[in-house]
Structure formats: structure tokens, C-alpha cells
């Protein structure tokens, strides 16, 4: 008889893809770590098994995203692939095969926002969002979700993806926004008029170490998590707060992350961001694995491990500060006016300027909500920005959420069909999660497929 493996992992470090080849974000990030893991054994225990990863169809990406013009020119096969290997490892979880699963793969994805006019942050596609929405759909839309963002960056693209989602909770904990990329991800960022409150931003001190990230997950994140009742739990699992990475200025070390994964309990981990590819990645991923397969993670040695650093003791007056309002918002959040928060009216409008770090596109953005009673309400988004060859592009979406009411649906239909009859738009998008197919059509008006 055999048992069930406990961990499901998924390897994918795309040898063939990088931003640079001296950039940090490159496939050394996972090989070293494959070694450590070869070297300690694990990949030979009966807890865990290894498990390819296959490639994501455009219709899997476009459930997620608005790909401008097209996901086959925003994405190569190596982010079809990190993003598939991320839905294998959904499915693991799913179907039952294993009890959790842990995809280690690259290109990242969490700075990747809805509509995607090429790279921010190292990232294009959204791979969590990706993986979230297949099994959405496997569900009929009935599936509540909680992301716990861990990554020293604050998950601007997750955010953005799920901000008006009543069944998405999204929390993440970060390196203050003011001394990092992306600049984000303040308290005071909530969520839409829909999901007031399902967003949670926890800034942390450069400088924050184990006992400021425990001290997020055991008061904050757990007590939210036991309220909101999540189907399935996925941690976003950067491991950049570590005291070694070249990028980020944070003090967690190995045994820090494998308490969070124990605490956490996390059905599905999905690697992000970590750029000490020597002397983090490898301990940080070994103590990770441990801790999910339900293994003792105590003896992980880090040889680069300083004296003195900070394991436990006070905690950051800032980090209890902004925990204290955060569970004060969580508390109060169904008895908030959103009128008051987001005005009076049929519609909520916010507008934004974009921008794409590593690919230099800047974009501007003019998003409508429609305010209903009956659903999360359509949406309406017009964007401009500079294309993949540096031409000016415009294009207008329409979104419909999962649950949309026969209204919104009706209204939707009628704002994409005015849209396209505009010649303002290049390309003109709908996007409907409970759909198969979303149309597309390009200036000269006809139907793109
Ligand atoms: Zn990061
Ligand atoms: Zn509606």
C-alpha cells in the first residue's frame, strides 16, 4: 500500500529565460536550491514527490489578465510555463494527489497586474492569479481563496487583481513602501467598494526580523484567516526578507520562514521573489519544505547566520501599530459606509499612473465600477501606454466578476458594443471569468478571434 505524499513540489527555473544574464532574478535562484535538497536527501522521502510542470493555454492566462495586444506577445513560453507549473501544483492540491504543494519556479509573478502591457517588477503574468482562477473555474466560481503575501515587496499585482473580490482575501506583508519597490501598500490600502476590508496591507521597518513577521502572522493573519474561512490557503512565498538579500534591507532568517509556513499551514506555496541565491534561497527552501511536509526543521544551520541578529524579543512599535488598526478595520469592516470611503453615486472611478520598471512603459489608467446591490459590479477600464515596439496604444475593457447579476451582465454587453463602435480604441477587451472564450476586437473593428 502506499500512502499519499504530504508535499507536492514543482521545479521549474526556465534555463532558457532571463531579464539579463547578470540580472538577479535568473535560473541560479533554483538550481542551488534543487542541489541543497538533493544533497540533504529530501527529494527521497516518502512525504515528498516531484511533479512536472506543463504550460499554461492563452485561455488560462486571459481569465487573469488583459494582455495587451495579446498573450503571445507579452509572454514567452518560459512565463506559460512558470504559470502552468503553478496551476500542476493547484491541482495536485486539488484533486487530492497530494495534501500540499510548494511550486518552486521562476519568472515570478505578483507585481503583474490585470492588464499587462509587459514587465514590472521582474514580473509579467501573475502566476497565483493564474492558478486561482483555473481552479475557480473548475469550481463554477464557488471557491474562497485567501492570499498571504510574504514577499519583501508589496504584492502590487495580486492587489490590483483582486481588489474588488468578496471571495478573495488578500493580505501582504511587506517592507514599508516608502524605502522599496514598488512604493506601495500602505494600511490605508483596503480593497473596492465590493471587498472592503478582503484587502490587508502590512508594512514592516527595513531592518524587521523574525519576530516582526510572527508577530504579523499570530495576530493578524491567523485571527482573519479563522474569520474568513478561506476554501484554500496559498502563501506567496518570497523569500527576500531574508538578512543576506542583496535587494531588500530585512533581517528574517531561515527558521523564521519555517515557523511562518508552520503557523501558516498554507495548502499551496508558491515561490516568488529571493535574490540570495547562495546564501538564503537553498536554507530558506529547505526549511520551508520541512515545515509543509509536516518534518522537523530545527537543525536548518545557516552558515552565513550572524551572532546577535534579532530572533525574538520586542517587537517593532510601527509593526504593532499598524497591526492594531488592521485588526480594528477587520473587526468593524461590514459596518463601514462605503459611501463615505468611496462617494456617492452609481460608480466608483479611480484613475492611476502605471509604471513598468523593467520594461519602461508608462501607462495611464481610467477604471469604472459600477456600484450594485446584486454582485461585485462590472467594470470599465480604459488604458493607454506604449506598446511592445514603443508605438502608443489604446485600448478599453470590460469586466464582468464571477456571479455577475443579469443587470450588470446586460450593461456590460452594452458598454463593450459602444466601445467598439468608438474608433478611440486600438483594441477593446471582455473579459467574463465564467465564459470559455472572451472577445477581442482591434481597430479595424472586426472580430480579432
Ligand atoms: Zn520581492
Ligand atoms: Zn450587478
Not at 60 to 72: K, N, T
Amino acid at each position: 500500500m502506499t500512502t499519499k505524499p504530504k508535499l507536492g513540489l514543482v521545479f521549474f527555473p526556465a534555463f532558457d529565460w532571463a531579464i539579463a544574464p547578470d540580472h538577479p532574478e535568473r535560473e541560479e535562484r533554483l538550481l542551488y536550491t534543487r542541489d541543497q535538497l538533493r544533497e540533504e536527501g529530501l527529494l527521497d522521502l516518502p512525504e515528498i514527490k516531484e511533479f512536472r510542470p506543463r504550460i499554461a493555454t492563452r485561455q488560462e492566462i486571459e481569465r487573469a489578465h488583459i494582455c495587451v495586444p495579446s498573450v503571445g506577445k507579452v509572454c514567452t513560453e518560459s512565463h506559460l510555463i512558470a504559470a502552468g507549473g503553478t496551476i500542476t501544483a493547484g491541482d495536485l492540491v486539488f484533486s487530492g494527489k497530494t495534501e500540499r504543494a510548494f511550486a518552486l519556479l521562476r519568472p515570478p509573478g505578483h507585481h503583474a497586474l490585470r492588464i499587462v502591457h509587459g514587465s514590472r517588477g521582474f514580473c509579467t503574468i501573475n502566476i497565483e492569479a493564474v492558478m486561482i482562477e483555473h481552479l475557480r473555474k473548475l469550481r463554477n466560481g464557488r471557491l474562497r481563496v485567501a492570499i498571504v503575501d510574504t514577499d519583501a515587496h508589496h504584492a502590487d499585482g495580486t492587489q490590483d487583481i483582486y481588489y474588488n473580490d468578496p471571495d478573495v482575501l488578500h493580505i501582504s506583508i511587506h517592507q514599508d513602501g516608502r524605502t522599496l519597490y514598488p512604493g506601495t501598500g500602505f494600511v490605508t490600502e483596503l480593497g473596492g467598494p465590493a471587498a472592503y476590508g478582503l484587502t490587508l496591507n502590512v508594512p514592516l521597518p527595513p531592518g524587521s526580523g523574525d519576530a516582526e513577521l510572527l508577530y504579523v502572522v499570530e495576530h493578524l493573519v491567523l485571527p482573519v484567516l479563522r474569520d474568513f474561512k478561506p476554501d484554500l490557503v496559498i502563501n506567496a512565498a518570497g523569500q527576500d526578507n531574508h538578512f543576506t538579500d542583496p535587494i531588500t534591507n530585512m533581517k528574517v532568517t531561515a527558521q523564521g520562514y519555517a515557523r511562518l509556513t508552520e503557523l501558516l499551514a498554507p495548502d499551496l506555496v508558491v515561490l516568488e521573489g529571493g535574490y540570495s541565491i547562495e546564501g538564503a534561497l537553498p536554507y530558506v527552501n529547505v526549511g520551508i519544505i520541512l515545515a509543509l511536509a509536516g518534518l522537523d526543521y530545527t537543525g536548518v544551520r545557516e552558515p552565513q547566520l550572524p551572532h546577535g541578529i534579532k530572533k525574538a524579543g520586542r517587537v517593532d512599535e510601527a509593526v504593532v501599530k499598524n497591526v492594531a488598526f488592521l485588526q480594528e478595520i477587520w473587526a468593524k469592516r461590514k459596518e463601514i459606509d462605503l459611501e463615505e470611503v468611496f462617494g456617492r453615486g452609481d460608480y466608483f472611478r479611480r484613475q492611476r499612473r502605471l509604471y513598468y520598471d523593467t520594461d519602461d512603459i508608462h501607462e495611464f489608467q481610467d477604471e469604472e465600477i459600477k456600484i450594485c446591490s446584486s454582485c461585485s459590479g462590472y467594470r470599465k477600464i480604459i488604458s493607454y501606454a506604449e506598446d511592445y515596439r514603443r508605438k502608443p496604444v489604446r485600448i478599453a475593457a470590460v469586466l464582468l466578476p464571477w456571479h455577475a447579476c443579469a443587470t450588470c451582465q446586460q450593461e456590460a454587453a452594452a458598454a463593450f458594443d459602444r466601445l467598439t463602435a468608438e474608433p478611440a480604441w486600438d483594441y477593446v477587451y471582455f473579459q467574463n471569468p465564467a465564459a470559455d472564450e472572451a472577445p477581442l476586437v482591434s481597430r479595424a473593428g472586426r472580430r480579432a478571434r
